[in-house]
């Protein structure tokens, strides 16, 4: 038998403003549409809009 899919895919935040992204995991059920964030980008040593990508 195939094991079923699960709910809860990595996705990667990428910074609107420079080119540092992070790796986290969401929940598909969830949060079915694009995750926006705003986190702490260490390149500009501030917090930012981060957006996830596909």
């Known amino acids: 038998m195939a094991k079923k899919k699960g709910n809860r895919i990595i996705i990667r935040l990428k910074s609107t403003e420079s080119g540092h992204f992070y790796l986290t995991e969401k929940n598909r059920k969830n949060d079915p549409s694009r995750l926006e964030l705003r986190k702490y980008d260490?390149?500009?040593?501030?917090?930012?809009?981060?957006?996830?990508?596909?």
């Open 42 to 54: 260490p390149f500009l040593r501030r917090h930012v809009l981060y957006r996830e990508e596909k």
